[in-house]
């Protein structure tokens, strides 16, 4: 919709037939966006190959763990100068790669032409065209600004980023965290609870995040803080909804079972830690979250474990000027 309205033509793939006639004829998506006209300038197919043909962009938005696997297919279908565009969060399990590095592992594209997108972008929302912004994230920034040129839209304003990883990591940890505050929210627990899940989370992801090279900036930003804050507060949020039902004492198959849609942060979550293990990170959150969805672990004894964790500083230690800390430089610039 956002490309349609940016004035592209495009041609958008679905596996199944019977919803891609739907599609075209109703100018509608019955399954997945009930009740929202499509903009003129989408053509749905089945065929991949015609999706394909002579497209300036490929944006992929399956769930994680299916994109190799929907990749090996389509690979051979792009063109050299395809722009390729990730819109995932999550991280495969198994591998622990990152999306754009599923996509540059499966194509054989070079980082210049992969790309990111995401930020606060529930997908309910931006259907009804309700304004929010984003970060398009590329190493090769001039990439980045013409896909931003192509994506903008009076409701759709992206910032322009070279830190693919801050802008995947961001995504994919913060699926997790909402876990977590869905969790909590199921469970009956307040908002200093889930304030301080989030804030403990975005720590979680900032160090994970500065062991793989991440900009500590774009955690604080869209990609990163900008989307925890959503994810964890709204009830369009899959990942929300799916805690919150674990934490009303569901398990895991009843949920899978009731709400048959993608949470990306069960999966990922496992896919996160064992990222963070190999790099000596610890994730106490994300631990607890693969505790509960995929140990069975009851909730309440979860919460009780984090909080009986041993005492910490707040922040790292270069940052927390404690007493008999040396004064600040003289010549040191100061806050701005
Ligand atoms: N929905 C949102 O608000 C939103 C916003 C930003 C990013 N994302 C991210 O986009 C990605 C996809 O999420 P979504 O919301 O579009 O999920 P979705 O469940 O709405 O759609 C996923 C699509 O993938 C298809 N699919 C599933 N398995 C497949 C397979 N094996 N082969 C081919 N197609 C398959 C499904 O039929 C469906 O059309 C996720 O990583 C998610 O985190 C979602
Ligand atoms: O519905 P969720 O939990 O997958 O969240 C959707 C988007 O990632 C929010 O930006």
Redesign the pocket.
Do not use: F, I, P
């Given at each position: 919709m956002v490309l349609a309205d940016a004035g592209c033509e495009v041609s958008l793939w679905?596996?199944r037939p019977e919803l891609v006639s739907a599609i075209n004829a109703t100018s509608t998506n019955r399954d997945?966006l009930p009740g929202v006209t499509l903009p003129s300038g989408i053509t749905a197919t089945a065929d991949a190959a015609t999706a394909a043909a002579g497209a300036d962009i490929a944006v992929f938005?399956?769930?994680?763990q299916?994109l190799r696997?929907?990749l090996a297919e389509w690979a051979p279908l792009l063109g050299r100068d395809t722009v390729l565009v990730s819109?995932?969060?999550?991280v495969e399990l198994g591998t622990t790669r990152r999306m754009s590095e599923v996509v540059a592992e499966v194509t054989g594209a070079g980082p210049d032409r992969i790309a990111v997108i995401s930020g606060p972008?529930?997908?309910?929302e931006i259907v009804r065209r309700q304004p929010a912004a984003a970060v398009i994230a590329c190493p090769d920034m001039s990439a980045a600004q013409r896909l931003q040129t192509v994506c903008r839209t009076r409701y759709f304003r992206p910032y322009t980023s070279t830190d693919v990883i801050g802008c995947e990591l961001g995504?994919a940890v913060k699926?997790v965290i909402a876990l977590a505050v869905g969790i909590a929210d199921g469970m009956g627990l307040g908002d200093n609870t889930k304030a301080s899940l989030m804030t403990r989370g975005l720590a979680e992801t900032a160090r994970l995040g500065q062991a793989l090279g991440a900009d500590p900036h774009t955690i604080a930003g869209l990609a990163g803080m900008g989307d925890l804050i959503a994810t964890c507060s709204s009830p369009l949020s899959r990942n929300h909804t799916f805690g919150a039902a674990l934490g009303r004492g569901l398990t895991l198959d009843e949920v899978r079972a009731a709400t048959r849609?993608?949470a990306?942060g069960v999966t990922s979550s496992e896919a996160v830690l064992a990222l963070a293990r190999c790099h000596g990170v610890d994730l106490p959150i994300t631990e607890t979250v693969v505790s509960v969805v995929h140990g069975g672990k009851p909730p309440r004894e979860a919460v009780e474990a984090l909080m009986a964790r041993s005492a910490k500083r707040e922040l790292p230690l270069k940052h927390d000027r404690g007493p008999g800390s040396p004064p600040p430089s003289r010549s040191a610039p100061g806050p701005r």
């Open positions: 679905g596996r997945y938005t399956v769930s994680s299916v696997a929907c819109l995932m969060k999550g972008n529930l997908a309910g995504g699926n849609q993608t990306e």
